[in-house]
């Protein structure tokens, strides 16, 4: 039973606790049992015979309640005297960390100290100037007995540790596996303020190890959003911990969870509870109206539960007991009602102007905080409405899956706004390992440098109401390998209560470049108009006239040529080049002597663009999304819809089992992600049609630039590579069932009674296209390498195959080399998420190999894919980023190539005369030689 001995009040009417007798406290028991008993009897008794004692039995107990609802969250007023954490490991070594550069998130986010870092007993006890005699420590023995650790960082970026204030970690676990993931959406009704995420948190999850190698040490684990409200959250440390179970974990766990720290102290910690507006609550078919009266349903409940348990503390406090009976409690709705007292961070996930307003509505009317609103998207079309809410707590939080209006710049509107701005994970969605990712990203669109930071460390923390400890040089730190917002920013080693988690970690050294903070373009004109046009500015291209145009200032001239890229021009010392292009078709480059302008017919109208140090390089290539056959993911109407796969279930007769989609006749123009793409300089697209059983079908390419589709050069190829896919996906046949269809196929077995003949696997079993198999699995992939072969054998060609995918296949590198298969890896950073993906080469600074660098020095075509369509324009940050990470072993051409010639190759794209960007710090302008023409943004 809990005891509540400190927290009564200090004279507590009618009560005189006295020690007593063990017999006499069975007396006083019976006699007020028998007084009881009389009463309720007959209330007619004169008032002689009413109970003597007017104390009931639990008096003690409901009074000690009673004080307890008056205690707020918060850590308890002494909290910083501590000297030892209450997480702290015994054993654990103290470590000075030495010429540091320390991001501390104070003033502001401003704060920079340069000198050392000191951990002990799993709190940082000195920052900057630190002189260990003066914590009268003795140096010399504790060296001697390898009790302190000293490390040079020289001058590395040490940042508090990373806070991820939406995950599912643990709970939606990696990788996915029926029996420890799917834990996180309980689907028995809309309203279940009384789950807890923490009675599914799997220990064993992968993502831990990973997230931790991000920077990632405390993360909030939020239950799903399939409820509008779907229970309690659970803050935790990533940390492995000796006793190995969930609760371990818990930082600050509620009192109704286990007695912590706090325990009897003037303040109890804080407590989280998920909320979610919007579509999501139509698991169960809810509009938006039932979800918000189940809602109020759900408050007005809590609060007649409030109002209760308030008057029954009145009434006990001033000694009527008399027919109070017992406190008046509800085990579900007890955390509903601790909402209502403000000690429930509530965070709620919500998207639109219209979910936002219905929300905040819902807190003035039961007049409760909001910790955080996550996802956001329309958040910065609507800061007033926020502005309304009740106890203004304006913590937003976005991430870049952007629900159709959602913009890149809504951080920084939103910050000007002078609302704060958080980034979060909603791990796996995205993947909590490159949260720091998010943080960089919100900075390039405009966000200050020292918001950012604090976006995604110090912002958070307070977001969970453990600022006191977390998101600030306190208890867990990063020492980064550059500036942490430059981009691949990598830890080298991470210390959670003062334990480093890094085993030997690989280090990679970055550029000096990377020391500092980048320096973002300026995107002012981009993010007014986003506003203006409330999250959909016309994003069309306008075509550049006259039709010659003189680029100066330029640095860099890498064209392709003959399927492969060369760097023709670089400048030389401080003189920049120039590059004149006419008619789509940069005609000469150089130093400005090489393009002498006055050879040019007479009369003819040249614009001048300075391009102010940028490069010309080749646009790029995005594969691996839905990207032009489908606009909102969640939306069907929106899209081509789904292939019919002859292997899981039945093709209308007038379909056929032979048919082969091709993904052209789909094909749909103008996009959003398409045009946002085009503009980060990813000018083509080739994508499968899409499906989610083993057939996919026949590939195309297309200009993501292109308003429609029957304008010159928007059809790039219409046919580029067959599609298929191998592997444990959503309700397939076994594996070998696939395989076995697939050498039917191509083989062209005449017994093959699914398919019959079928002309696009002939052509791929002669070579005449690729085949582009998705495939996971290092078996499966060992599989197709022997599948190959047998073919080839049989058939007398040789087959063009591609793996997309291929998570596992570094397991197989010699092999796949020797069969000559190409590769794109998808994602390009790999992630365990289901089990055939479970064997990922992790890169640094868990693994000195990169999978990309690997594969490249084997000489095998290598391409990156991505896996959802927004993420399309970020693909010049992925090429920037695989380069980074393979330290110095690849090339800036043999970057570019991942995402222009080799993924041509690979896809049975054409890669001759490919478009051309400016890539430095932001795309000015896209030659277009197909259409003769250039577009400027
Ligand atoms: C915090 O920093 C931001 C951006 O640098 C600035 O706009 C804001 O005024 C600062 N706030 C305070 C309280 O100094
Ligand atoms: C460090 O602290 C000790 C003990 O307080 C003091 O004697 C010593 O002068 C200090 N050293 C420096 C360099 O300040
Ligand atoms: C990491 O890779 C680099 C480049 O291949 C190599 O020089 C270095 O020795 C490797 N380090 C380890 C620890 O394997
Ligand atoms: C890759 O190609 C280069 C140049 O043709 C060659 O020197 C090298 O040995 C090859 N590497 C492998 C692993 O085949």
Not at 194 to 215: E, F, K, Q, V
Not at 435 to 451: D, F, K
Not at 721 to 738: D, E, K, N, Y
Not at 750 to 758: F, K, L, R, T
Request: charged residues 20%; aromatic residues 8%.
């Amino acid at each position: 039973m809990t005891k509540w001995p400190h927290i009564l009040p200090l004279n507590p009417p009618n009560i005189t606790p006295r020690p007593r007798k063990f017999l006499g406290n069975l007396f006083l028991v019976f006699i007020l049992l028998a007084g009881l008993h009389l009463y309720f009897l007959d209330p007619t008794l004169p008032t002689l015979f009413r109970p003597v004692a007017k104390l009931p039995l639990h008096a003690e107990q409901s009074l000690a309640r009673c004080a307890s609802l008056k205690l707020s969250s918060g850590p308890p007023a002494n909290f910083h005297n501590r000297k030892e954490s209450d997480r702290f490991v015994p054993g654990t070594k103290a470590t000075l960390l030495h010429n540091a550069r320390i991001w501390t998130g104070e003033n502001n986010g401003t704060e920079v100290l340069h000198g050392d870092v000191f951990i002990d007993k799993g709190i940082i006890q000195g920052v900057g100037n630190v002189n260990l005699s003066a914590f009268g420590l003795d140096v010399e023995r504790m060296l001697a007995r390898g009790e302190l650790k000293v490390v040079d960082v020289n001058g590395a970026w040490v940042t508090p540790g990373i806070v991820d204030p939406h995950s599912h970690l643990g709970d939606a676990s990696s990788p996915a596996l029926d029996g420890a993931s799917g834990d996180d959406n309980s689907l028995k009704g809309t309203i279940q303020p009384w789950l807890r995420s923490l009675d599914g948190l799997n220990t064993h999850d992968d993502s831990y190890r990973l997230s931790i190698a991000g920077g990632v040490t405390t993360a909030l684990v939020l239950p799903g959003s399939a409820n509008a409200i779907g229970g309690q959250a659970f803050t935790i440390k990533l940390r492995k911990t000796a006793e190995r179970s969930p609760t371990s974990m818990l930082l600050e766990p509620p009192r109704d969870v286990i007695n912590s720290h706090n325990e009897g102290g003037d303040h109890i910690p804080w407590r989280q509870m998920k909320h979610a507006c919007g579509k999501k609550g139509r698991v169960y078919g809810d509009t938006r109206m039932d979800t918000f009266w189940a809602f109020r349903q759900a408050y007005d409940k809590a609060r007649q539960i409030k109002e209760k348990q308030d008057a029954y503390c009145s009434a006990a406090l001033a000694g009527q007991w008399a027919g109070l009976g017992e406190f008046p409690s509800d085990l579900q709705w007890e955390a509903l009602v601790d909402v209502l007292r403000g000690r429930v961070r509530v965070q709620t996930h919500c998207y639109e102007a219209v979910d936002l307003d219905d929300l905040i509505r819902l807190s003035n009317e039961f007049k409760f905080p909001i910790a955080a609103v996550h996802h956001a998207h329309e958040a910065y079309l609507v800061p007033d409405v926020l502005k309304r809410a009740y106890d203004v707590f304006p913590f937003l939080l976005r991430y870049k899956r952007e629900a159709y209006r959602g913009s890149e710049f809504a951080a920084r509107i939103l910050s000007e706004n002078d609302l704060n701005v958080v980034v979060k994970s909603d791990h796996p969605v995205l993947n909590s390992r490159y949260l720091l990712y998010e943080a960089q990203q919100v900075h390039y669109y405009g966000l200050p440098a020292n918001l950012a930071l604090a976006a995604a460390t110090t912002l958070p923390a307070q977001v969970l109401g453990l600022g006191h400890r977390i998101g600030y040089i306190k208890e867990d730190l990063v020492v980064w390998d550059s500036h942490p917002l430059a981009l691949g920013a990598t830890p080298t080693q991470v210390f959670i209560d003062g334990i480093p988690q890094l085993d030997a970690p690989h280090v990679i050294s970055k550029p000096t470049t990377f020391q500092g903070p980048p320096k973002v373009p300026n995107f002012d004109h981009e993010a007014k108009e986003a506003v203006a046009f409330e999250g959909l500015p016309p994003l069309l291209p306008e075509r550049a006239s006259p039709d010659t145009i003189l680029f100066t200032g330029v640095s860099s001239v890498i064209l392709p040529g003959r399927g492969e890229l060369a760097e023709v021009f670089s400048r030389q010392g401080d003189e920049p080049g120039v590059a004149l292009v006419q008619n789509g078709d940069v005609i000469c480059y150089g130093a400005a002597a090489a393009c002498p302008l006055n050879e040019l017919a007479d009369g003819e109208q040249v614009r001048v663009v300075d391009l102010q140090g940028g490069a010309i390089s080749p646009g790029l290539l995005t594969y691996g999304s839905p990207l032009g056959l489908q606009e909102i993911e969640a939306e069907v109407s929106t899209g081509d819809g789904w292939v019919f796969d002859p292997l899981t279930g039945r093709v209308p007769k007038l379909v056929g089992d032979n048919t082969v989609v091709r993904a052209v006749d789909a094909l749909q123009f103008a996009g959003r992600d398409a045009l946002l793409a085009y503009r980060a300089g990813v000018t083509k697209a080739i994508v499968a049609p899409v499906h989610r059983g083993f057939f996919g079908g026949l590939g195309t390419s297309f200009s993501t630039g292109a308003a429609r589709k029957l304008d010159l050069g928007a059809v790039i190829q219409e046919v580029t590579a067959l599609h298929i896919s191998v592997g444990h996906f959503s309700s397939r046949p076994s594996i070998s069932t696939q395989i076995a269809v697939l050498r039917g196929l191509l083989l062209n077995l005449p017994d093959d009674s699914i398919n019959g003949v079928s002309k696009p696997f002939r052509d791929a079993a002669r070579g005449l296209i690729p085949v582009v198999v998705e495939a996971y699995s290092a078996d499966v992939i060992a599989t197709l390498i022997l599948l190959k072969k047998e073919v080839e054998e049989k058939i007398g060609a040789t087959i063009q195959m591609t793996i997309a995918g291929a998570t596992e296949a570094h397991l197989l590198v010699k092999e796949i080399a020797e069969a000559n298969i190409g590769i794109i890896f998808r994602p390009s950073r790999p992630f365990p998420a289901v089990w055939e993906q479970r064997r990922v080469l992790p890169g640094p600074p868990l693994s000195n190999e990169t999978e990309i660098a690997l594969f490249l020095s084997h000489n095998i075509t290598v391409g990156i894919g991505i896996e959802e369509a927004w993420s399309a324009r970020n693909t010049r940050f992925d090429v920037g980023w695989a380069a980074l990470e393979a330290g110095g072993r690849i090339s800036k051409i043999q970057a570019l190539a991942l995402a222009s010639t080799n993924l041509e190759k690979l896809l049975g794209g054409n890669a001759e005369g490919g478009d051309l960007f400016s890539f430095e710090s932001k795309v000015v302008g896209v030659v277009l030689p197909r259409r003769r023409s250039v577009d400027l943004f």
